[in-house]
């Protein structure tokens, strides 16, 4: 029978002392929601009493089928764990589990708390029977455990021990300081074990400073650690913690995880793996990492035309699993390295049909290895690739056709005599055979410029005609800038990711001298790929 893992994530509270985040109250329930259906066994809240969100969220936490788990730490010396203000505030919340950290490196023990290793022991055993005396499953985080392990292994093993003995369900062995290697963390588990702290009443929570919490995790659990602590996509302190994107499917999908360990994680709910990890990113306004294993964009990207040829006969001879397993994609790119391979894959997913030797192959290939000598890019810009095939294969319709654009930038003094930026955009364009002026300033709910870039935008969305409708859920929500030459002949390549209300997500390119006009040009391909796949289903025809 395969031994049970239990998955605890900890995005709430360690993935918040990310530096630059920030959860509101409705985004910890959304995140905890998002959590509970994935499977995983623990969700920590946060700390509450340290801040008036972790505070909030635990009186407004969603029911989950998950344990919420409130953290803290452990009594402070002078005062019994009855009477401790911090701890009675994280007991306060309510919650069935509740997770404390305390020392476990006699040198923290003496110079950051300042007592005597005695005292701090007798704390940590205090601490926990006041939880379990309270019918509460308690955890006792062993913060620092490993290089405490390392200095004075009897005394890393004593805090355990007592915390153990006052009834902690659970031992966490922390690797706080992230630089531990795996097989070190592997040897010292299996040493634990044996000296008598049973393999499943032990976890392990890992950072990632040396980027191997991951490995160190999975190396724990081989050596009998039974429960894992990590966050979604790596979020925590400095470098982060052990992503739990990553672990999950390892421990789903690959060898000797998937025969020897079960989880709450059920093949469905991998699948909405991808989903989740986005989902997050889009929480904390960020890009998603396109290289993240298994959830990222570029994972199961096939940019090489040796690669993309096998891929259509055996999609194993490329690839480690099936996309699909975890919500994921197979992405075939364009650039100057395809093949007829590449092309044609690449032109089926676009629901373009080419057969093989047709002449149009050869000529959007020449055209593509053209276009980035002179400094696009296609590998990451599919909309644009696709929006090219189409006009060469005469399949691309005129939804309108840009007659001229101005775009102004004034720096000037406000009212309140402080220096403002102000954009303005001025676009003509022909829709069905009429010429329309539109012009739109680039100021947000807060009277702050967005740019020239966002101004072209509302201007461009705010009278295409029968069209306007269709652009209503569209929004930019990243634009990159490189420059591919330097000196007086630099050309500017710009590249604009959106998105729209039914949750697809495209990328644009444009390349031009004036880093203006190559942003319009992605954001003209942007809003042509919109109308193309909007177009047909609401019933409306191109010119």
Known sequence: MADRLYLYDTTLRDGQQTQGVQFST????????????????????GWPGANPTDSAFFEAAPATRARLTAFGMTKRSGRSAENDDVLAAVMNAGTGIVCLVGKAHD???????????????????????????????????????????RDNPAYALEVCRAALEAG??????????????????????????????????????????????????????????RQIQGTLNGLGERCGNANLT???PTLLLKEPYASRFETGVSAGALADLTRISRMLDDILNRVPVKQAPYVGSSAFAHKAGLHASAILKDPSTYEHIDPALVGNERIIPMSNQAGQSNLRKRLTDAGLTVPPGDPALG??????????????????????????????????????????????????????????????????????????????????ETGSDR??????????????????????????????????????????????????????????????????????????????????????????AAE
């Open 26 to 45: 409705a985004e910890k329930v959304r995140i905890a929601q998002a959590l509970d259906s994935l499977g995983i066994d623990y969700i920590e809240g």
């Open 363 to 444: 000529r959007i290939l020449d055209l593509i290895k053209l276009r980035e000598d002179e400094g696009y890019s296609y590998d990451t810009a599919q909309a644009s690739f696709e929006l090219l095939a189409r006009r060469e294969l005469g399949q691309m319709p005129a939804f309108f056709e840009v007659k001229r654009y101005k775009v102004t930038v004034e720096r000037r003094k406000n009212k309140y005599d402080r220096m403002v930026s102000l954009s303005e955009a001025v676009v003509v364009v022909k829709v069905d055979g009429e010429k329309l002026l539109s012009v739109s300033e680039s100021l947000d």
């Open 451 to 540: 740019g020239p870039v966002n101004a072209l935008y509302k201007a461009l969305a705010k009278d295409l005609g029968r069209y306007s409708a269709i652009l209503s859920d569209m929004r930019l929500v990243d634009f990159k800038v490189r420059i591919t030459q330097g000196g007086t002949e630099a050309v500017t390549r710009v590249i604009i990711d959106s998105e729209d209300g039914k949750g697809r997500r495209w990328s644009t390119v444009g390349v031009s001298a004036n880093i203006v006009d190559a942003s319009f040009e992605a954001l003209l391909d942007a809003i042509n790929w919109k109308l193309l796949r909007d177009c047909a289903g609401q019933g409306v």
């Open 168 to 225: 902690a369900r659970w031992i966490v062995l922390c690797d706080t300081n992230g630089g531990a290697m795996p097989a070190d963390v592997a040897r010292v588990v299996g040493e634990v074990i044996a000296a008598g702290i049973p393999g499943d009443r032990l976890g392990i929570h890992c950072h990632n400073d040396t980027d191997q919490a991951v490995a160190c995790s999975l190396a724990a659990v081989m050596a009998g650690a």
């Open 107 to 149: 040198y923290h023990v003496t110079h950051a708390l300042g007592i005597d290793l005695p005292e701090n022991t007798g704390n940590i055993r205090a601490s926990m029977a006041h939880i379990v005396a309270q019918g509460r499953e308690a955890l006792f985080d062993a913060e620092h455990f490993f290089d405490g392990y």
């Open 246 to 248: 990553s672990l999950i």
